[in-house]
């Protein structure tokens, strides 16, 4: 089925469906409960402290925790010049958004660039930190999701969700 308009926001609602994950016993989709992208965005939104995957130029992964705005469909967030995140996603774009909450998370597969942030973004930042998201203090990346997963914890085979865009 083709993307429909967002729930609120105009903007487009990625496409839904079952992962496949064999050896997971999940259900096929028409037997349990896909999660709506608006529960996605939800919990993107609300999420605190978020954990950013990245890769090494050496191809290791590198996990850390970031502050984070979801806002019009893209994640948001801030990095020393000289971390190592930032010099990893220079070098290769590819990186992974994850949730605080492990029990209901959204795991968000896209690539970053640097931008600077909209009025929008740094007053969403500075509401949820009283924090400036300031390009001064290092550089601002914005992630644009190209995959998400999203589940409940012990209903999983039934709510198990991947999201295209």
């Given at each position: 089925s083709e993307h429909q308009r967002g729930y609120n926001s105009g903007l487009m609602i990625p496409k839904a469906d079952r992962p496949h994950i064999p050896g997971y016993g999940f259900v096929p989709a028409e037997q349990g409960e896909l999660l709506?992208?608006?529960?996605?965005?939800?919990?993107?939104?609300?999420?605190?402290?978020?954990?950013?995957?990245?890769?090494?130029?050496?191809?290791?992964?590198?996990?850390?925790?970031?502050?984070?705005?979801?806002?019009?469909?893209?994640?948001?967030?801030?990095?020393?010049?000289?971390?190592?995140?930032?010099?990893?996603?220079?070098?290769?774009?590819?990186?992974v958004i994850c949730t605080e909450n492990a029990s209901q998370p959204v795991v968000l597969e896209g690539t970053a660039r640097q931008a600077a942030p909209t009025a929008s973004e740094a007053a969403l930042y500075r509401a949820k930190y009283q924090y400036d998201l300031d390009p001064a203090m290092g550089p601002i990346f914005v992630v644009t999701p190209k995959v998400a997963f999203g589940l409940i914890e012990y209903q999983m085979t039934k709510t198990a969700t991947r999201w295209s865009f």
């Open positions: 709506p992208w608006s529960w996605a965005e939800e919990r993107l939104s609300a999420s605190h402290n978020y954990w950013i995957s990245t890769v090494r130029a050496d191809g290791r992964p590198h996990c850390m925790g970031v502050w984070g705005v979801w806002s019009e469909g893209e994640f948001w967030f801030s990095s020393g010049a000289e971390s190592l995140k930032t010099r990893n996603l220079l070098t290769n774009a590819y990186c």
